[in-house]
């Protein structure tokens, strides 16, 4: 951004990094950065859709939020404008997108448009947030902007409008709904990849971590505390039975973000990353060599973050994925106390002390999973 007075005015009483020329890539989730470099490959993709803006109602949007919102400028909620110029600047995104305020008591924000993206934040959010909280949220939305998660989100908001239309045709509904499932899976980790973003912009974990505690408790910060917030996340991966499994991914299915702490133990982890020390110490891709990005080397990134999420994860159905990918003996018997919560970690007759193949295996499959869980998904 030229304008250099947008990025330094009112900025927070300490040093942060700017990352000039920053591509998306260098904080992107690798399972949303593989779907954005193939979306990104394919010649007219976003031409196409914002050709269909009309059709996905964006013009209405815009006209909506200009007509019943409140417009971010320097006259309307000026912090505000500071803080969305200031995340530009950090984050070298040259065209400022337009910020509207809408009178919603829900605190929410939300990055949308296909022509260009437009930010909207609500008074409930703006209400709950101190201002270095806003200032991760502010970076999240731009995080999404640069990514180009709103030309994605606008079509999956599309086909969710689409798929009630035609619900009454079985198959055409059925069809529908797979895309929209698989979008959600996409989306919710896009949403992971925009919390990076707003590390980035507010440089400040403690902060983010705030917001998120904030967004699943309220504004009751001196009755919450960090470490007992985090310790939800890490009970919530590893506890139940298989019946909790299955619970949880019929929980999260129709979200289009992850659950909160899920969201505030992954950031942690990220910031805890060699990753991210290299990308503040100023080592990370540049938007310059996106058009050279391999699609294939971007899908097995994202393939073996997926295998190491499964590695390493203490779900119980995770943990039966190991087993039966181990050839686990008495399968049976492992379903029904992996099912009920019975039984330990290496099942019914398959103890070290079994001598088998089964049993050694079994054993090192669930000692690896337990002692890799502090690096899932990085």
Not at 1 to 16: A, F, K, Q, V
Not at 18 to 31: K, Q, T
Not at 290 to 319: C, I, W
Not at 332 to 342: I, S
Request: glycine content about 12%; overall charge negative; some cysteine.
């Amino acid at each position: 951004m030229n304008d250099s007075s947008g990025g330094t005015e009112r900025l927070p009483g300490r040093d942060r990094r700017r990352f000039p020329g920053i591509s998306s890539r260098a904080y992107e989730h690798p399972a949303d950065r593989s779907a954005l470099v193939a979306l990104r490959k394919l010649s007219g993709f976003d031409t196409v859709f914002k050709a269909l803006s009309g059709l996905l109602t964006e013009r209405s949007l815009r006209l909506l939020f200009l007509a019943n919102s409140v417009r971010v400028n320097d006259e309307q909620f000026a912090h505000l404008n500071a803080m969305l110029r200031d995340a530009c600047y950090i984050l070298d995104l040259e065209k400022v997108p337009p910020m509207y305020v809408n009178q919603d008591p829900q605190p929410n924000a939300m990055c949308i448009g296909l022509d260009a993206p437009v930010i909207v934040v609500t008074t409930g959010l703006v209400e709950l947030l101190d201002e270095e909280e806003m200032r991760a949220v502010v970076g999240h939305e731009v995080g999404h902007a640069l990514s180009g998660h709103s030309v994605y989100r606008t079509i999956l908001l599309f086909l969710t409008n689409l798929a009630l239309k035609v619900a009454w045709i079985p198959l055409g509904n059925v069809a529908i709904m797979a895309l929209v499932t698989a979008l959600r899976e996409w989306f919710r980790k896009s949403e992971l990849s925009a919390d990076r973003a707003g590390l980035l912009v507010g440089q400040d974990l403690r902060a983010s971590m705030r917001g998120l505690m904030k967004l699943a408790g309220g504004n009751h910060l001196h009755e919450m505390n960090v470490d007992s917030f985090l310790a939800q996340a890490e009970e919530y991966e590893s506890g139940g039975d298989l019946r909790d499994s299955v619970l949880k991914i019929m929980n999260v299915l129709p979200r289009s973000h992850p659950f909160t702490t899920v969201r505030a133990a992954e950031l942690k982890k990220w910031a805890a990353s060699r990753d991210y020390q290299r990308l503040m110490d100023g080592h990370y891709p540049r938007r310059e060599d996106d058009k050279d990005t391999s699609v294939g080397e971007s899908f097995r990134q994202s393939a073996s973050h997926y295998t190491e999420s499964v590695k390493n994860s203490k779900d119980p159905l995770m943990g039966l994925v190991r087993d039966i990918a181990g050839g686990a003996g008495d399968l049976g018997g492992r379903l029904r106390d992996t099912f009920t919560g019975r039984g330990g970690s290496g099942g019914p007759g398959n103890g070290n002390g079994n001598g088998n193949g089964n049993g050694n295996g079994n054993g090192d499959d669930d000692s690896d999973g337990s002692s890799g869980s502090d690096s899932a998904g990085r």
